[in-house]
């Protein structure tokens, strides 16, 4: 049984920063890609980075040049560093694991995803 936990949510002021982690057991961490997307209240949920199994990173426009996503496959676990963050970044984020070492924005690439952290960023 694959599990995703998230944790590091919380809120923050804008122009801040804060650190995601998502904790992952069940399956070989190292063999998927893993991702970040997110829902912001009212909306759809949007992708937000991907990292491949071999550590290739991609950021959606909305985020790149402020965030940015890590992994470290000793401790199973996927990172999503926030800088400079504004009101329109609040939601919910959710990590997953993709099917293969590769990923991309689409959600049907994925197939096991975490219960999500909320972040609020105040104006």
């Known amino acids: 049984q694959v599990q995703l936990v998230e944790s590091g949510g919380g809120l923050v002021q804008a122009g801040g920063s804060k650190r995601l982690s998502c904790v992952a057991s069940?399956?070989?961490?190292?063999?998927?890609?893993m991702g970040w997307f997110r829902q912001a209240p009212g909306k759809g949920r949007e992708f937000v980075a991907v990292?491949?199994?071999?550590?290739?990173?991609y950021h959606a426009d909305s985020v790149k040049g402020r965030f940015t996503i890590s992994r470290d496959n000793a401790k199973n676990t996927v990172y999503l560093q926030m800088i400079s963050l504004k009101p329109e970044d609040t939601a919910v984020y959710y990590c997953?694991?993709?099917?293969?070492?590769?990923?991309?924005?689409?959600?049907?690439?994925?197939?096991?995803w975490g219960q999500g952290t909320q972040v609020t960023v105040s104006s």
């Open positions: 997953a694991s993709a099917k293969g070492v590769y990923s991309g924005p689409f959600e049907d690439n994925y197939d096991y």
């Open positions: 069940g399956r070989t961490f190292s063999d998927h890609a």
């Open positions: 990292i491949s199994a071999r550590g290739t990173t």
